[in-house]
């Protein structure tokens, strides 16, 4: 019970602290990046760039997406570039799962000390700043002790049975896509699964489909956000969740078999977990900003018509 308690500790410590430290970088650089997003033009691949700097930055994709829908449904950014910033924001997350998997977790008591020490006795205009740093140190920190535990906790038979119930890859995909919707964030069930993976708890066969999984359910988050904001916010979301199903039924096809030989040169799990991840974002973003001129045609039949109210 108490190595339980302890992974679990670990994981609520990661989800807060990724959570506020996407709340901290957006407080400081808000309006900074909405004025960078207000800059996607009608250039696709600058929008989707846009995105993609700002997920990385951030460490979530679900607040860029917000803040986008956001503008969006205030007509201050036009809904073709907003949806190729959402589109950019898939393939920025990623790097969450390469940070993780290049074992940057032992950056994590640095950080919490220098961010810590910053914020309390640094320059008093300065201190702010120090707050992004604390919390992106403990993202690593609660990562460390995740991992530290899952070893001894992969070996308990609860664990095992549990395991066991995820031994096909629907199981898994639906295991992946729920549980992001329940924490609302896809950065948090990828990093677990690299962990998992790595300290023995998950097949790497099946990890891969819990990372698609997670994607999807990264698409339906958006699609919950933005029934708070309006009509043109939840037709962009709806068209993010279409471009992950789209993505799905090009990953189970014609990118299969383009994968598996490249995952055979990948030794280390982890490493193949975050390369999927980025595989399939960085695919179905590729496809859906070369088609994207004649795509919208369609698309823009729905979008809502000025004045249209939520």
Not at 222 to 238: C, E, K
Request: proline letters at 5%.
């Amino acid at each position: 019970m108490d190595l339980f308690f302890t992974a679990v500790a670990a994981v609520m410590l990661y989800l807060h602290s990724l959570r506020d430290f996407a709340r901290d970088v957006t407080k400081l650089g808000g309006e900074r990046l909405r004025r960078a997003l207000r800059k996607a033009t009608d250039n696709r691949f600058l929008g989707a760039l846009t995105g993609a700097v700002g997920a990385a930055f951030v460490q979530s994709s679900s607040v860029v997406n917000f803040v986008t829908m956001g503008l969006a449904e205030q007509k201050a950014l036009p809904m073709r570039p907003a949806w190729t910033v959402m589109i950019g924001a898939n393939v920025g997350t990623t790097l969450t799962a390469w940070l993780i998997a290049y074992k940057f977790t032992g950056l994590g008591p640095a950080l919490v000390t220098v961010g810590g020490l910053w914020s309390l006795i640094g320059p008093r205009t300065w201190r702010p700043y120090g707050r992004p740093v604390f919390h992106f140190g403990l993202i690593f920190l609660a990562l460390g002790l995740i991992s530290t535990t899952l070893l001894p906790l992969a070996q308990t038979p609860e664990i095992l049975a549990w395991r066991d119930a995820l031994s096909t890859p629907l199981r898994a995909l639906v295991f992946g896509a729920t549980l992001t919707m329940l924490v609302q964030s896809s950065s948090v069930v990828v990093g677990l699964t690299v962990l998992s993976v790595a300290g023995g708890l998950l097949d790497p066969a099946l990890s891969i489909w819990v990372v698609v999984g997670a994607n999807l359910g990264t698409g339906w988050v958006a699609a919950i956000n933005a029934s708070a904001l309006g009509r043109t916010a939840r037709r962009l979301a709806l068209f993010n969740a279409g471009l992950d199903l789209c993505g799905l039924a090009l990953f189970v096809t014609v990118l299969q078999f383009a994968i598996r030989p490249l995952l055979a040169m990948i030794d280390e799990p982890g490493l193949q977990v975050a390369f999927i991840h980025s595989a399939f974002n960085l695919s179905a973003a590729t496809l859906a900003l070369i088609l994207l001129p004649w795509i919208w045609r369609y698309l823009e039949r729905y979008a809502p018509k000025d004045g249209a109210s939520g």
